[in-house]
């Protein structure tokens, strides 16, 4: 028996009402991405939801409270502050599916949105996570490191309308510590016991005072006004734990700070204006055949040089006064000074300074430039740290080294490590700024008043 034209179309319906959802790859067609975004809640919501690192032994998860306002972007954020990861790695959420699957929506970092290889995902900064999550047993998930392969699942647990004093985000449990950054993806106790020092360890409450206390990167006011000099890194830093300690910095600068008066920086800088008259000289300042200074300006530049105070030993080889020897290797690497057969001269751009008598600007001018753009960034954020840490107190070379890792991305030998900022050349010149007033087993990594006042001077004037 035939059928009517009435009776196709209503089987054609009903295969349809059928199929909607179904992979249409079963059916040898492309899948297609669905649109899982709705209308936000007409009142912003705290959404409860539990995150778990999938596949880990036993469960890594942590319990947060999210205001249903926050980009994706935001909680990315979040996400990298819960489990103590730095952030300089790519990500991505993902709705209706794993990251990656074809059927599910994608939601991407700025990188991957500029690199354009998922013509289809959504920057994450443009979706708000109450356009995907309303309502208890909503989920999404989360990809960092596509090395490692972080994935997380975000589940709501609950949901509440937003009090007007609700932070942003807030912490509420959890249990056991998350695996450090680029371990390799490792997430069993056993294998997690060579790296930590208690895999158990979790904190709640000092997590939730960290998301407490640190939502100015999800929250910040438009009208900040940070030096010209740390707009690059501060956006190629982005918004994770890394950004945020930078940006705390970057504020603490707008604070009004009396600058080194004229008659101070002359003593601050005989370091340097040692260096500056004696290769002004006729013919320079002379260098043995093997290329160091001679043993008699190295006992003299040694009398002058801060870092040299307490340096044992008879201080009359270069190669055995290592903080001479690097002030002196800076100065070259500043553009100060140059060598010229045999001599150490100073440079074309050096001589016009001393010339005009502006040694001050020579020094200030030489704290940033530098041939190389990742040296250039990192010398910023130094003079940033300087700048801002109380004097006689040290750098947090920790958090300094996690700042410039999110800057500049590790290199093959892994993150930025202390000895890389001990290299720059601005850490010389102004930890041979000032007068030394203690001993360096007791100075480590602090800094005169002197040179906390001109790092702050070359980022803000």
Not at 73 to 89: N, R
Not at 328 to 343: M, N, V
Not at 345 to 367: I, P, Q, W
Request: charged letters at 25%; glycine letters at 8%; a negative charge.
């Amino acid at each position: 028996m035939p059928f009517t034209d009435d009776a196709e179309d209503d089987i054609l319906t009903r295969f349809r009402e059928l199929t909607d959802g179904l992979d249409h790859e079963v059916f040898g067609g492309a899948s297609e991405t669905i649109d899982r975004r709705r209308p936000e809640p007409s009142a912003v919501q705290v959404l409860t939801v539990r995150v778990d690192l999938h596949h880990s032994t036993p469960p890594i998860w942590r319990r947060l409270e999210l205001r249903s306002d926050l980009s994706l972007e935001d909680v990315h954020t979040v996400l990298q502050t819960a489990f103590d990861w730095a952030g300089y790695h790519s990500w991505r959420f993902a709705a209706g599916g794993a990251p990656f699957d074809d059927a599910a929506e994608q939601f991407l970092c700025a990188s991957d949105v500029e690199e354009g290889e998922d013509p289809d995902g959504i920057p994450a900064g443009e979706v708000r996570l109450g356009e995907l999550l309303q309502r208890a047993g909503d989920a999404l998930e989360y990809l960092y490191d596509y090395g490692d392969g972080w994935d997380l699942g975000i589940m709501v647990e609950a949901v509440r309308e937003a009090e007007e004093d609700d932070a942003p985000a807030r912490a509420t449990g959890g249990s056991r510590a998350a695996p450090p950054e680029d371990c390799g993806g490792l997430r069993d106790e056993e294998d997690l016991k060579t790296l930590l020092e208690d895999p158990a360890f979790f904190d709640v409450a000092a997590l939730d005072l960290e998301l407490w206390s640190g939502t100015t990167m999800l929250t910040g006011p438009e009208d900040d006004v940070v030096p010209a000099l740390l707009v690059e890194p501060l956006t190629l830093v982005g918004r994770a734990r890394a950004g945020q300690d930078l940006m705390d910095r970057a504020l603490l600068l707008g604070d009004p700070l009396a600058p080194l008066l004229d008659s101070a920086v002359a003593p601050a800088l005989r370091a340097l204006t040692w260096f500056l008259e004696r290769a002004d000289a006729e013919g320079g300042i002379p260098l043995t055949g093997a290329g160091y200074l001679r043993p008699a300006d190295v006992e003299a530049a040694s009398g002058v040089l801060p870092q040299m105070a307490d340096w044992i030993g008879m201080n009359n080889r270069e190669v055995h006064a290592v903080p001479l020897q690097m002030f002196r290797t800076s100065l070259q690497r500043a553009g100060i000074l140059r060598k010229h057969k045999g001599a150490l001269l100073l440079t074309r751009r050096a001589k016009a300074y001393c010339e005009a008598g502006n040694v001050r600007e020579l020094f200030l001018d030489s704290l940033v430039p530098s041939r190389y753009e990742t040296e250039e960034l990192a010398q910023v954020v130094l003079l940033t740290y300087v700048a801002t840490t109380k004097p006689g107190l040290p750098l947090p070379m920790v958090e300094i080294a996690r700042v410039l890792t999110a800057i500049i991305g590790p290199s093959e030998s892994g993150p930025v490590t202390t000895g890389a900022i001990l290299d720059l050349p601005a850490w010389h010149l102004l930890a041979n700024t000032g007068t030394v007033t203690s001993r360096l087993s007791e100075r480590g990594f602090c800094f005169s008043p002197e040179a906390t006042s001109l790092a702050r001077e070359a980022l803000t004037r």
